[in-house]
């Protein structure tokens, strides 16, 4: 049978990955891939919760992080495009166009 811890353990590997992959790389899609994956991370947290406590709350902040997870990879991807076409680059020490 699994039981939440199983969930906590899934949840914990799966943003430890995406923070080593966030402070590791530095391409910026691989970094935004690993968002996603510690955004996942706590999807799986707040759904496994729910369950556990009988409450549909876990599920409906589930749904607030999917929405906002698509919004910043739309902004994002924007903002990566538009880089791209000026520095022909998408590595993220070549990103200094916001400083002084």
Known sequence: MITPTHYMM???ALFA?????V???RNIIVIFMSIELMLNAVNINLIAFS???QDGI????A???IAVAAAEAAV???IILAFYRNKETINIDEMNVMRW
């Open 10 to 12: 899934l949840s914990t």
């Open 17 to 21: 990955i995406g923070v080593i992959g």
């Open 23 to 25: 402070i590791t790389r």
């Open 51 to 53: 369950y556990q406590l």
């Open 58 to 61: 876990g599920q409906v902040f």
């Open 63 to 65: 749904i607030f992080v």
């Open 76 to 78: 994002g991807l924007g």
